[in-house]
Every structure is written in C-alpha cells, then in structure tokens.
C-alpha cells in the first residue's frame, strides 16, 4: 500500500522527525541498558557491590538485580535492550540516511516494539507493587518505550502498515504526544501513591 503524501500526514510520522525519536528514545535506551550491563557485572563479581543508584531502600538497582524479575527469560533483561535499542538505533540512522523498509519490516519492529512495552509494563506493575523498589535506570528505559511504542504504532497505522478505522489513525495522529503525556501523568502518580508514604516522611526512611 502507497504511503500518503507528506504533506497530509502528522509531522511525527514523516520520515525524518519518525527517525529523530527513533534515534534519540534509541541511544537513550541503550545507554541506560549498558550501563545496568555493567552494574549488573559488578555486582554478579561482587554481591556487596554499591550501584549508582542505590540511594534509599525503595531506589535501588543493585537490590532489583537480585530478584527473579531481573533474569525473566534465565539471563539478566538489561542484554534484551542493549539488542533491541541496537536495532531501533540503525533503523532509525537507515531511514535518516534514505532507506526505504518494505511492510514485513514495519510488522517486525511493530511486534518487537508492542512485545518490548507489554514487557516493561509487567516490569514497572512488578517494581512497584510486589518488589517494592524502584531501579532509576530501569526506569529511564521504560520512559523511552513509551513514546518508541505510541509513534511506532501511529506511523504504522497513518502509513498503512496496519489496517485500522480512519477515526483511529486520526485521532492518534493529532493526540499522539496527549497520550504519551497522559502516560507518563498515569506512571507518576502510580509512583506517587504507591510510595506516598515516603513522599510525605512518615515511612521511617
């Protein structure tokens, strides 16, 4: 199916500013995943090892480490997005660069990312209500996701990658970054409430 003109379709979900939040929520994630790759060797050569971020006993990467959450699939998560920010970032530099993906490849990164935002959305239920503690770095990737997913599946739709009602696709394409905002709104005051009690000090922390 032909891509409509340019010029009828929402600015995020032309070619190049596509690839700039690609590329950007990519590098971002990578980072933050590279670094938990290292504190997660750190601590596996160490067990007492102090993260960077272990600054209270409800904010700490190092204690999130040890749990069975961490290493879902019998291998630490970090190393799944160290791969899966690798392929957004070269998606992302291929479309900036005039590459031109054929549909199958949309429908491949439209699983990977829907699979990776399913995931961090278990992750993040996981942290805050049966963990109890929050990884800031962990955080940071589940905060690139959520942007990653919303235009993913916006592009997909305007572009005609993924069949769906006309009303749908506009209405994405016009509130897209609505909903992005009202997702980050929903995940601080998921945190706030969860961990109201230390906000306020009367957690003894």
Not at 43 to 69: E, F, R, Y
């Amino acid at each position: 199916m032909p891509s409509p003109a340019p010029q009828t379709i929402p600015t995020m979900t032309r070619d190049k500013p596509f690839a700039w939040l690609l590329l950007i929520t990519g590098i971002v994630g990578w980072i933050a995943s590279g670094w938990l790759v290292l504190e997660k060797l750190e601590v596996l050569k160490d067990p007492n090892h102090i993260t960077a971020c272990d600054v209270s006993p409800w904010v700490s990467c190092g204690q999130v480490m040890k749990t069975w959450q961490s290493s879902l699939f019998g291998f630490p998560n970090m190393f799944i997005g160290i791969v899966a920010f690798a392929i957004i970032i070269t998606t992302a530099m291929g479309i900036l660069a005039g590459a031109k993906f054929t549909r199958w490849y949309w429908l491949g990164l439209q699983a990977g990312v829907t699979l990776g935002f399913i995931f961090v959305c278990w992750l993040f239920s996981q942290a805050l209500y049966v963990i109890g503690i929050l990884c800031p770095f962990c955080m940071v990737v589940w905060a690139m996701m959520i942007p990653m997913f919303i235009w993913v599946t916006t592009r997909n739709l305007i572009h005609g990658v993924i069949p769906a009602p006309a009303a749908l696709t506009k209405f994405l394409g016009e509130w897209g970054w609505a909903v992005v905002v009202l997702l980050y709104v929903g995940v601080i005051a998921a945190v706030f409430f969860r961990f109201i009690a230390v906000f306020i000090g009367t957690s003894g922390y």
